[in-house]
């Protein structure tokens, strides 16, 4: 007697070809100079720039390549994807 075990794929929200997702993972894309090259710690809170709030990863990837690159010939500043859906959602 054989058993064969199949692998499930990784569970992504419901689409169709070529549509968005249906299910609304919100991202926070958000940037501003570091102290450091070092750590992950802002030179001025007022000053970071808000780029937005996505409904998927895609989109918000979209905003940060394009924030980052309009600041690549400055090494202190960065750019961040926060996955807010985590927070809101930890499961």
Do not use: C
């Not at 692998?7 to 249906?22: C, H, I, S, W």
């Not at 905003?63 to 690549?72: E, I, L, S």
């Amino acid at each position: 007697m054989t058993t064969t075990i199949t692998a499930k794929p990784p569970l992504q929200p419901d689409t169709t070809a070529g549509e968005r997702p249906t299910k609304q993972l919100l991202h926070l894309v958000f940037g501003g100079e570091l102290k450091s090259l070092e750590s992950v710690e802002f030179s001025n809170l007022s000053e970071l720039d808000i780029v937005g709030i996505y409904p998927n990863y895609a989109e918000a990837y979209k905003a940060w390549k394009a924030a980052a690159q309009r600041t690549v010939d400055n090494a202190q500043i960065r750019y961040f994807i926060v996955h807010m859906h985590r927070l809101l959602d930890p499961r």
